[in-house]
């Protein structure tokens, strides 16, 4: 059972317009969610995060939109450039006793961005 | 400062055999996550070393085992290969267990024929 869904496998849009990238979960617990960008023969790197005391987070032409009442959050990168061109994961985790967190992942969007 | 590099980049191993996968964190950082990232299920937790403990643990079974020594260095064993343990295996490290904030390795490509 997925617990975080990303919907669209794949995202298509024109540079210089906005990308929106969404991102469902079902644990109301989640506190914490991040999104990472993933190239081909890389490892994810870390993009921007928000905490659940937020319902907007924002680092240059990135801002991370939290809906806590429709668990819903998305990412939206304006403008969008051909470097952005890349896998997106959105990531959310919950605090469990003994101050551990665990990060469930979706399966990521592939966006691709065209010049 | 250098990244965290996990060896080998790819491997490739028949059904049966076992492999082991290596992982060096950053410099400072004390905790080591490893994930297994499929076309089909993304990325998958295994999972997470702080301070030479295993701190959580995905749903995988126990063929898939792990370890970190006392200079962060981690090591991911996978006894018994089968051809579904086909992926992409990622290792990401931070200072603290906190879930969140990880620097990921480039992976390993591990192919089992």
């Known amino acids: 059972d997925q617990q975080v869904k990303q919907n669209s496998p794949s995202l298509s849009v024109q540079e210089g317009r906005i990308s929106i990238l969404n991102c469902d979960y079902t644990?109301?617990?989640?506190?914490?969610f991040l999104w990472y960008k993933k190239y081909p023969a890389e490892g994810p790197t870390f993009l921007i995060s928000?905490?659940?005391i937020k319902d907007k987070n924002e680092d240059g032409r990135f801002t991370v939109f939290l809906n806590k009442s429709a668990k819903h959050l998305s990412l939206h990168i304006v403008p969008s450039q051909p470097g952005d061109s890349a896998v997106y994961f959105c990531a959310a985790s919950a605090q469990k006793a003994g101050n551990n967190r665990k990060l469930i992942w979706g399966l990521g969007t592939s966006l691709a961005v065209n010049p | 400062k250098a990244g965290v590099t996990q060896t080998p980049r790819y491997l490739i191993k028949t059904r049966g055999q076992q492999v082991t996968l290596s992982c060096s964190p950053i410099?400072?950082?004390?905790?080591v996550s490893w994930y297994q990232q499929t076309p089909g299920q993304g990325l998958q937790f295994l999972f997470e070393?702080?301070?030479?403990?295993?701190?959580n643990k995905g749903n995988f079974p126990g063929r898939f085992s792990g370890r970190q020594f006392s200079n962060s260095r981690s090591e991911m064993n996978v006894s018994t290969l089968e051809l579904g343990d086909s992926a992409l295996y990622l290792c990401a490290s931070s200072r603290q267990p906190q879930g969140g904030g990880y620097t990921f390795g480039s992976g390993t490509r591990l192919t089992v024929v």
């Open positions: 410099s400072g950082h004390r905790s």
């Open positions: 644990n109301s617990m989640f506190d914490y």
């Open positions: 928000i905490s659940s």
């Open positions: 070393y702080f301070s030479e403990t295993q701190r």
